[in-house]
């Protein structure tokens, strides 16, 4: 750069010289050599001239290109600077979306345990409430009468057979009342006790018969407790008292690939009839023990992937009359 200043002012310096030689030529007389020492001085103008207008040229190109290369600088913070705030504004709405994810877990986790926690309460309440229909007192004091009849009249072995199979039934109800699940043994021997009680009292007026498939493993398969119960007496106290010949009631216990089907038939008088009877003696009446058995179903349904379904058939003979009722109870198969 030092260069091409010293050369510019060597230029200028030689461009006055031929200026003041052209003047000189022209007082001395001499125009021809004036005018040639003029004409040097004009070129060193022109190149003087051009030399500037060049530099002019470069002052602009440089401060154009300055300029751009602000305006780059401008756009490139502006775009930092919106990078910056996206970036912000995506870490408020990501921190935001975790904080909504954890407090909807939360809230789902509460919402669960607090509902486990009423279904349990509920079911053991319907527990409570199903035990206390199961002993009811007419059972009871016609069971206890029983064994006190056959104390008097001097059949002890009777009594003693009585007495056992009362007491083992009190026995399997307490227990079952505070289970979740029993095995399917302890449910038949329940049900063999209560039916066994029913016909010692009344003897000319049931038959019974349990059957279990022998693909089942009684005492590995688990049920919910005290579900036959409540229909066997339904079917004794009104399908096969008001009978007029002894009656028969079938429980079978069936598997079907991965359920368990419980069926329960008697060939009574049928629902139909049955409820006549009842609203002629009692219009208020109600079956308590089969309402809270489907309160049951409904809350174990709650917890249960598989259902627990019931159905309730009303058998008819050839000639399309009551000839009794079947219940059907399905329940999903479990193993110890």
């Given at each position: 750069?030092?260069?091409?200043i010293?050369r510019?002012?060597?230029?200028r310096g030689?461009r006055e010289?031929?200026?003041k030689?052209?003047t000189?030529?022209e007082?001395?007389?001499?125009?021809?050599e004036?005018?040639?020492?003029y004409?040097?001085?004009?070129a060193y103008?022109d190149?003087?001239n051009q030399i500037?207008?060049d530099?002019?040229?470069?002052?602009l190109e440089?401060?154009?290109?300055?300029?751009?290369?602000s305006?780059q600088i401008g756009?490139?913070?502006?775009?930092?600077?919106?990078?910056q705030y996206?970036?912000?504004?995506?870490?408020?709405?990501l921190?935001?979306l975790?904080?909504?994810?954890?407090l909807?877990?939360?809230f789902a986790?509460?919402?669960?345990?607090?509902?486990?926690?009423?279904?349990?309460?509920?079911?053991?309440q319907l527990?409570?409430?199903?035990f206390?229909?199961?002993?009811?007192p007419?059972?009871i004091?016609?069971?206890?009468?029983?064994?006190?009849n056959?104390?008097i009249n001097e059949?002890p072995?009777k009594?003693?057979?009585y007495?056992?199979r009362f007491?083992?039934?009190?026995?399997?109800?307490l227990?079952?009342?505070?289970a979740?699940t029993?095995?399917l043994e302890?449910e038949?021997n329940?049900?063999?006790?209560y039916l066994t009680?029913?016909?010692?009292?009344y003897?000319e007026m049931?038959?019974?018969n349990?059957?279990?498939?022998?693909?089942?493993?009684v005492?590995?398969?688990?049920?919910?407790p005290?579900l036959a119960?409540?229909f066997?007496?339904?079917?004794?106290?009104?399908g096969?008292?008001s009978?007029?010949?002894?009656?028969?009631i079938?429980?079978r216990f069936?598997?079907?690939n991965e359920?368990l089907?419980l069926e329960?038939?008697d060939?009574?008088?049928?629902?139909?009839?049955a409820q006549?009877?009842?609203?002629a003696?009692?219009?208020?009446?109600?079956s308590m023990?089969t309402?809270?058995?489907q309160?049951r179903?409904?809350v174990l349904n709650?917890k249960k992937k598989?259902?627990?379904?019931l159905n309730i058939?009303?058998?008819k003979?050839?000639?399309?009359?009551?000839?009794?009722?079947k219940v059907v109870?399905?329940?999903?198969?479990e193993?110890i």
């Amino acid at each position: 750069m030092t260069g091409d200043i010293l050369r510019i002012e060597a230029k200028r310096g030689l461009r006055e010289i031929y200026l003041k030689l052209s003047t000189l030529m022209e007082i001395s007389g001499k125009p021809a050599e004036g005018f040639e020492y003029y004409k040097i001085y004009h070129a060193y103008s022109d190149t003087l001239n051009q030399i500037a207008a060049d530099k002019q040229l470069l002052g602009l190109e440089i401060a154009h290109e300055s300029e751009r290369k602000s305006q780059q600088i401008g756009m490139l913070e502006q775009q930092t600077e919106l990078q910056q705030y996206r970036i912000r504004q995506n870490s408020i709405f990501l921190y935001g979306l975790i904080a909504l994810i954890i407090l909807l877990i939360l809230f789902a986790t509460l919402f669960f345990r607090q509902n486990r926690i009423k279904t349990n309460q509920q079911n053991i309440q319907l527990k409570q409430r199903l035990f206390r229909s199961q002993m009811n007192p007419h059972f009871i004091f016609n069971s206890l009468a029983s064994i006190q009849n056959s104390i008097i009249n001097e059949e002890p072995m009777k009594a003693s057979k009585y007495l056992a199979r009362f007491s083992k039934l009190v026995r399997n109800i307490l227990d079952s009342s505070a289970a979740e699940t029993i095995t399917l043994e302890d449910e038949i021997n329940t049900i063999e006790n209560y039916l066994t009680l029913q016909k010692i009292r009344y003897p000319e007026m049931i038959n019974f018969n349990v059957s279990v498939d022998d693909a089942l493993d009684v005492e590995a398969t688990l049920i919910p407790p005290m579900l036959a119960q409540p229909f066997i007496e339904n079917a004794i106290e009104h399908g096969l008292k008001s009978k007029e010949v002894k009656g028969n009631i079938e429980v079978r216990f069936i598997k079907k690939n991965e359920t368990l089907v419980l069926e329960i038939e008697d060939d009574g008088i049928g629902r139909h009839q049955a409820q006549e009877n009842l609203k002629a003696h009692d219009p208020t009446h109600k079956s308590m023990a089969t309402g809270i058995t489907q309160e049951r179903f409904n809350v174990l349904n709650r917890k249960k992937k598989r259902k627990i379904h019931l159905n309730i058939i009303d058998l008819k003979d050839e000639s399309g009359e009551a000839s009794g009722t079947k219940v059907v109870i399905e329940i999903p198969f479990e193993v110890i």
